[in-house]
């Protein structure tokens, strides 16, 4: 293969088993589940104690749904995650639970607990009788939290729940067990980027400060970058594919605008530049057969269209014939005085007199008279094997059928797929004007930098907001100096959108360019950017399964709101909704209507 070319791998999920919980799930003490609801992919598994906690989570899928047309009416019911395979066929079905990274719409977010817990082999009749651990995202709106827990507390009656942010889970997950780490997480998803700074092992809420970008804005200004390129490859060019470009062939550039200065060099270009192979078909090629090939190729088509007129003769015959020996029975009936039975037989075929049947009689012992000859001529000729130079002065009779014998012009499309030629010529292979591979290449060159790029730009695709270097910046300026040397010490990068090689680089050159001259920082890159959320929530789960000032339970839900949260390490800030004092509002009442009635008396003294 050509150097530098790629295939897409196009990958179809695979429909996830339903599986069998642990043994030790059903013991005296059930066993936390833990859901980490990204909004890109789901991923669900146990939580089991002993030394070996088990391996990565049992089920990840992508947190979308398609609703099937005909579920009321005995057809497909809604699909989620895995079960939709391939998700580019189904893109303008696709719904999704979420609005950005927060879970708005609790309808579908019901299908996907759905499905987690029916593939988990959750066996509890009417209830799951599991604590669950679950991820929000980070300053969650109390509304978003609120129809959560009253999903999980009314629809599923769990005895108790902990709410904790991804990030701070992985985060959790990476630092020495029982230390109060602080540092500065920068997490990038799928819809949004967060820089989360951490004090002595707590989220300073105060300061977390969001970037509407991620994951989904890349590939779609990558998607827009490759269409504009290529025009004639729109269709082909899909979000799946794009995905797939970023995850496996783009990479942050360390200094992008001296990246792009190396781009321009043609010898830098054929190095680096990615060629994406499209699928393709090579029967576009087929002007490249012999006449030999052509001439025997037609043939068989002859022979097949003969082969179904014979057989759309003898299915026409039959049914003439059942029609002809009906007509007789009821001529029949005529000739043997049975007037009434006669006369309504002649209703049921909708003729007025026995003249009209007759004629009809004639025509159809005429007709099927004419249908059994023409099939012994064509089982004549269907034996005798055709070979004659010139194809275009055949029997008419036995190759061009009638209007009655064919039912769709359709049924002579195998006729005209090539032109006969008029002389016959010498057998000669006609090559292709041009390599059809290689039209059907995308070259992804400077595109592999641009389209990570908007996260550190966004004004590249004409958003106006911060990138990470400015926002990391002004999050550090809100502290002390001292405080701003022990963050830097320890800056986390976690989530999928920050698995781009280079990234861990790039963060270091920022903060060099922006921290004071030879002072010290340090960056940490995630184990595991994708995963760790959920072995972080699951670690955490184990270490606090006993500790009842970290889970929400059921007796608070119903005394203090689906909103209630109990904070801990990973977790976000509790704030209560302040409604306003019943007196306040009185006194603000009784002003309201003090006010118009004192002008009005007084006007009346005057009078």
Request: aromatic share 8%; glycine share 6%; with cysteine.
């Amino acid at each position: 293969m050509e150097a530098n070319v790629f295939r897409f791998r196009d990958a179809r999920a695979a429909p996830d088993p339903v599986l069998e919980a642990e043994p030790v799930a059903f013991g005296s003490q059930p066993v936390p589940l833990i859901l980490d609801n990204g909004s890109f992919q789901a991923r669900a598994g146990w939580a089991c104690p002993g030394p070996d906690p088990g391996p990565e989570p049992r089920l990840q899928f992508r947190a979308v749904c398609a609703r099937g047309r005909g579920g009321a009416r005995g057809g497909p019911g809604p699909q989620v995650g895995n079960a939709l395979g391939s998700l580019e066929p189904l893109r303008w079905m696709l719904r999704s639970p979420f609005d950005r990274n927060v879970p708005v719409n609790l309808e579908l977010q019901e299908l996907l607990l759905d499905y987690s817990f029916q593939h988990l082999g959750v066996s509890s009749q009417g209830c799951v009788d599991h604590p669950i651990v679950l991820t929000e995202a980070v300053c969650n709106p109390l509304y978003s939290r609120q129809m959560m827990s009253e999903l999980l507390f009314e629809c599923y009656r769990i005895p108790k729940v902990a709410y904790g942010i991804d990030s701070l889970f992985s985060f959790y997950h990476n630092m020495p067990k029982n230390a109060l780490s602080s540092g500065l997480i920068i997490s990038s998803g799928y819809q949004c980027t967060h820089i989360l700074p951490i004090l002595e092992g707590r989220l300073d809420a105060k300061n977390c400060k969001r970037i509407n970008l991620g994951g989904s804005q890349a590939a779609g200004y990558l998607q827009r970058l490759l269409q504009l390129k290529y025009p004639g490859h729109l269709a082909a060019i899909t979000l799946s594919r794009m995905e797939e470009i970023l995850q496996e062939h783009s990479y942050i550039a360390e200094d992008y605008g001296a990246e792009l200065q190396k781009w321009r060099c043609p010898d830098y270009y054929e190095n680096n530049v990615h060629k994406m192979q499209l699928p393709f078909s090579n029967k576009l090629l087929g002007s490249t057969l012999t006449a030999e090939e052509r001439q025997e190729r037609r043939q068989q088509q002859l022979r097949r269209l003969q082969e179904l007129n014979a057989r759309r003769r003898e299915e026409k015959l039959q049914l003439d014939q059942e029609r002809l020996e009906r007509l007789l029975y009821v001529q029949e009936l005529l000739e043997d005085g049975q007037m009434d039975q006669f006369h309504k037989a002649l209703m049921e075929l909708n003729m007025d007199s026995p003249e009209e049947l007759q004629s009809y009689i004639q025509k159809l012992t005429l007709a099927v008279e004419q249908a059994k000859q023409k099939i012994l001529q064509a089982e004549a000729s269907l034996e005798v094997d055709v070979v004659d130079s010139k194809p275009e002065t055949p029997d008419l009779e036995q190759l061009e059928p009638s209007l009655e014998d064919v039912e769709s012009i359709n049924d002579f499309e195998p006729l005209f797929s090539e032109e006969a030629p008029e002389v016959e010529k010498p057998a000669t292979t006609v090559q292709p004007v041009f390599n059809l591979a290689a039209y059907h290449q995308l070259f992804v060159g400077t595109e592999r930098i641009r389209a990570p790029e908007i996260i550190f730009q966004p004004s590249l695709i004409g958003e106006e907001q911060a990138g990470i270097a400015e926002t990391l910046h002004y999050v550090l300026d809100r502290y002390p100096k001292a405080v701003q040397d022990t963050l830097v010490q320890n800056v986390f990068l976690t989530g999928g959108n920050v698995m781009y090689p280079g990234m861990k680089a790039r963060i270091e050159k920022e903060l060099l360019e922006m921290r004071p001259f030879q002072s010290s920082f340090q960056v940490q890159l995630a184990s595991n950017p994708v995963l760790d959320a959920w072995y972080g929530a699951r670690d955490w789960a184990l270490d606090h399964l006993e500790d009842s000032g970290a889970w929400v339970t059921r007796k608070d839900y119903e005394e203090k709101g689906g909103e209630y949260l109990k904070e801990h390490c990973a977790s976000n800030t509790y704030v209560p909704i302040r409604l306003p004092k019943q007196a306040s509002r009185a006194s603000e009442t009784q002003t309201s209507g003090r006010g118009p009635g004192s002008s009005g008396s007084g006007a009346g003294d005057q009078a």
